[in-house]
């Protein structure tokens, strides 16, 4: 995934806006979708990953701590039973 290539659209699912929103570091939005619905820091996509192994995956690490901050769980699995930590650590 090109870096620079901005992944938030307009129109799109809630679910999918705060995932392109960890995805491309931007903490405003991120925050203000998930004060107007806190289950948002955990919704997973259809891969089954939250928008917490999106900030690991893309190295957006500010992003992290405010999910980590605002309660994110560290423990959810994608569908191949991977937490944060191990995408983290995956990528090493």
Known sequence: MNRSENLFLPG??????VHAA????DKGT???LIIGN????DKED???????????????LDCADALLKAGADVN?????RRTALHLA????
Request: proline share 2%; charged share 20%; glycine share 4%.
């Open 30 to 32: 991120l925050h203000r």
């Open 38 to 41: 806190s289950a948002l820091k």
């Open 46 to 60: 259809q891969f089954g990953r939250t928008p917490l192994m999106y900030c690991v995956l893309a190295d957006r």
């Open 76 to 80: 959810k699995t994608d569908h191949s």
């Open 12 to 17: 799109s699912s809630l679910a999918s806006q």
């Open 89 to 92: 650590a995956q990528k090493r």
């Open 22 to 25: 960890a995805i491309n570091g």
